[in-house]
Structures are given as structure tokens and as C-alpha cells.
């Protein structure tokens, strides 16, 4: 708690105990019934990095009033006399971490916010969860953003995919209550089904995308997209679909594919039987073969972006026949689409694995998207920031520091431009303006 030396203000001086620190405020600072919190929180002379790709400015003052960044400015700004001040000399902000391929619903909401309060401690500030129960997630993404519990914002998606998928214990368990395929979040789509209004039906959920998972054909991916444009709903996909390509997605509109070794698909024949998917033809098809390189001009070109998940299907398997030659077929793909130009979203799969890593997965997604994938520092930093945001749709709110945007920062105590593993440095966590540790 080194950094609360250096506070300036008033109550700093008549406040003793540090739990007084954290929640004075001005009663203006009390939102929707949540915890209070600082009105006014400076964090002074700290060397940023924004996430925009600009480098690194020392010597940065930044202003957050009600969770919201007011000024990034020059050290010496007028520091308001309510402001908790936090010292940032020596330390390296950076934006608040995006997961961006989290699943947190699959066990009980008592777990789910356990595994949060994990993943806020250890720098991740949004979650993205790719299918799962909406209404469990619903609730907390409700009770995150009202201040009831310490938990990233959750941002989440309603899934859609063909018939066969529906006996999958993941999905079953996911809509309980409901018809398997019935669910609004987790839908059974045919070429007979009326989109329009399952594509309502999957935007009432609240989700900011569709998602579609599997046993989906071109055709009907074409059609569930432009029907969700028309609504104004985002799609993402699973890099493969079945018997649907990843390139018949990229036409279609999807704005992001999960998974990158599943973009072996490109180079193979259709196949129906989505329980294929993680194996392919990885010694076939080259990563940097014609079909796969069309595939990564197109997503450059219509800016769809890659969320590789490494270590998930890498690492995280068993050391078998079928992963010793995807791992490195992902891995290249990956630099691949990095070297073209593809907007890259870090995401785990996972978020928390505490026998592996007592910080949430991501730092060592970012670690293997640089030593494995060869993105930069730098490109690995905006992968779980701005990259991220865009990939949900809210970077108008989320993912850089900027004037206007949502108080989400870490205070790290060595730059990660310098080793990425340095995003494990945590010195503060910052969610909506306030000090989190
Ligand atoms: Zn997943």
C-alpha cells in the first residue's frame, strides 16, 4: 500500500485508517446505490501508456472524477482538495486488461464472482464471456456495474448454432428451464427458422454479439448476419463453424473469429461433423499456404479480427499427437495474421487457473502472443486493451486511458514495453475511479 503515500488532500491528514481513505467521498460520488467511492481520484506523476499505440509520457498527472477520466495532463495540475491521490512515480499505467474470451457461468454464481474478484485483483478489468448462461451473466454484469460486487465489467454474448450442437452438456446446462435450442441465448437455428425474430430474441438478452458456434452452413450464416446487422447486433464466431468456413464467416460479416487453429479449416474440404474441429489437417495445410493467406487478407481487409486463445489449446492440452503439430501451426498463423495487419484480441478461454498461475491467465496469454506469436509489447498490450474494446464495441468507453473514458488502470511497477511479463507487476488496480488494491 506504498501508494497511498504521497496523498495531498485534506482528508488524508484528518483520516487515520487507510479502510477511511478508500471510502471518503463527496456525497455527489454515491452511484445507484453502490459502494461509495472517491469522488475525486489523481493519480500523479506516472509514466503512461495509453493503449492507443502512442509511446510511453512520463511524468503524467491523470484526473478521474466519479469513475470517469476528466484530464490527463502535465504533473504539476491543480489537485482538487477532496482528490484521493495516489503516487504514481516510478510506476507505468497502463489501461485496465480486457479477457476477451472468458466463459464464467458454468458453475454457481457464488463461483462466478469468486473467479471475478480473482481476475479484478490480478489487472483484469472487463471480461467478455463467450456463451454460457445470459442470465447468470446478466446479473453480473448488473451487480458489477451497480458496485455490489468487485468484479471486471462483464460484457457477454447470446449463442446460436445448428441442431446437432444442442446435445452438448455445455449448452444443456447453460438453458436450463428451456427446450434445448429454445433458449434465447443459446439458440437452434435451420434454414426454416423466422430470424428476425430469434435475432431479437438473442439481442434481448442484453449481449453485445451473437455468437455462432457450430452445424451452421454458409447460407445461413450469411442470412443470421445480415439480419443482425439490420438489428444492430454484432457477430462473432468460432473461427469454423461446420460445414461453414472460416472465409464463407469473413464474407458473411462476422466481426471477430475465435481460435486460430481453426482456421486450418480454410485449406481443407467442408466438413459436417463440428466435434472435429480441434484436430485438421495441420500438416496438409501450411500456415502460410494460398487458401490461409486469402483467408488473413480478407480479415485484414474487412478488419475481422483474430482472438487466437494459445494457451488453451496449446499449453493447456495434453501433450498428444494432435496438439504437437496444431501448437505450432497456431502459434505461426497467428504471427502470420499479426505480421498482415489482423486485429488481434487477447482471450484465454479460461480466465483463472489457480493451480497453473495465482494471477488470472491472461498475463501469460499476452506473454505467449509475444514469445510465440511475435507481436510486440506494445501489440500485446493494445490486444488486451483497445483491440479488445473495439472487438466488444465499446471503445468509445473502455480499453485506452483517454479523457472521457471509464477510470480503468493499472499501476504497474515496471513497463510492460519493456517485458511483457511485466504486467504481472501490479502495484494498483483502478476500476471506475477507485482503488481496488
Ligand atoms: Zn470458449
Redesign the pocket.
Known amino acids: 500500500m506504498a501508494w497511498l503515500r504521497g496523498m495531498l488532500s485534506v482528508r488524508a491528514i484528518i483520516f487515520t485508517s487507510l479502510a477511511a481513505l478508500l471510502l471518503s467521498t463527496a456525497p455527489a460520488a454515491v452511484q445507484r446505490g453502490g459502494p461509495r467511492r472517491p469522488a475525486v481520484l489523481v493519480v500523479r506523476d506516472v509514466t503512461l501508456i495509453d493503449g492507443t499505440g502512442a509511446a510511453a509520457t512520463p511524468h503524467v498527472t491523470i484526473v478521474a472524477r466519479d469513475g470517469v477520466i476528466a484530464s490527463i495532463g502535465e504533473a504539476g495540475v491543480d489537485v482538487p482538495a477532496d482528490a484521493t491521490v495516489v503516487d504514481g512515480a516510478g510506476k507505468v499505467a497502463i489501461p485496465g486488461l480486457f479477457d476477451a474470451?472468458?466463459?464464467v457461468t458454468g458453475s454457481t454464481h457464488a463461483a462466478a464472482v469468486d473467479e471475478l474478484e480473482r481476475a479484478l485483483a490480478g489487472g483484469v478489468t472487463s471480461v467478455w464471456d463467450?456463451?454460457g448462461d445470459a442470465r447468470m451473466a446478466s446479473e453480473l454484469a448488473r451487480e458489477a456495474s451497480a458496485g455490489e460486487i468487485r468484479a471486471p465489467t462483464v460484457y457477454y454474448v447470446a449463442l446460436m448454432a445448428g441442431p446437432p450442437f444442442f446435445t452438448d452438456p455445455r449448452v444443456l446446462g447453460a438453458s436450463r428451464g428451456f427446450e434445448p435450442g429454445t433458449a434465447p441465448w443459446a439458440q437452434a437455428a435451420t434454414a426454416a427458422t423466422d430470424l428476425p425474430r430469434a435475432v431479437a430474441a438473442a439481442r434481448g438478452t442484453g449481449a453485445s454479439s451473437l455468437k455462432l458456434y457450430a452445424a451452421l452452413d454458409g447460407d445461413l450464416v450469411r442470412r443470421i448476419t445480415a439480419e443482425a446487422r439490420v438489428q444492430g447486433l454484432r457477430v462473432v464466431a468460432h473461427a469454423t463453424v461446420f460445414p461453414a468456413k472460416p472465409g464463407d464467416l469473413v464474407d458473411a460479416g462476422v466481426t471477430m473469429l475465435?481460435?486460430a487453429a481453426y482456421l486450418v479449416w480454410e485449406g481443407t474440404p467442408a466438413s459436417t461433423d463440428y466435434t472435429k474441429r480441434a484436430s485438421g489437417d495441420f500438416a496438409g495445410v501450411a500456415p502460410d499456404s494460398p487458401a490461409i493467406e486469402r483467408l488473413l487478407a480478407s480479415m485484414r481487409e474487412k478488419s475481422v479480427a483474430l482472438n487466437p486463445?494459445l494457451w488453451?489449446l496449446g499449453e493447456r492440452q495434453a501433450d498428444d499427437a494432435v496438439n504437437r503439430a496444431r501448437t505450432p501451426w497456431m502459434y505461426a498463423v497467428t504471427r502470420r495474421a499479426n505480421a498482415l495487419g489482423v486485429p488481434i484480441v487477447a482471450g484465454t478461454?479460461g480466465l483463472t487457473d489457480r493451480a497453473r498461475d495465482p494471477l488470472p491467465m491472461l498475463h501469460h496469454e499476452l506473454e505467449l502472443l509475444v514469445t510465440r506469436a511475435g507481436l510486440t509489447p506494445m501489440q500485446a498490450l493494445q490486444s488486451a486493451t483497445q483491440n479488445a474494446a473495439r472487438a466488444i464495441g465499446v471503445e468509445g468507453v473502455r480499453g485506452t486511458i483517454e479523457a472521457g473514458k471509464a477510470a480503468d488502470l493499472l499501476l504497474l511497477d515496471a513497463s510492460p514495453l519493456d517485458d511483457i511479463t511485466n504486467t504481472r507487476k501490479i502495484h494498483a488496480v483502478i476500476k471506475d475511479g477507485r482503488a481496488i488494491r
Open positions: 474470451h472468458v466463459h463467450m456463451a475465435a481460435h486463445t488453451v478461454d
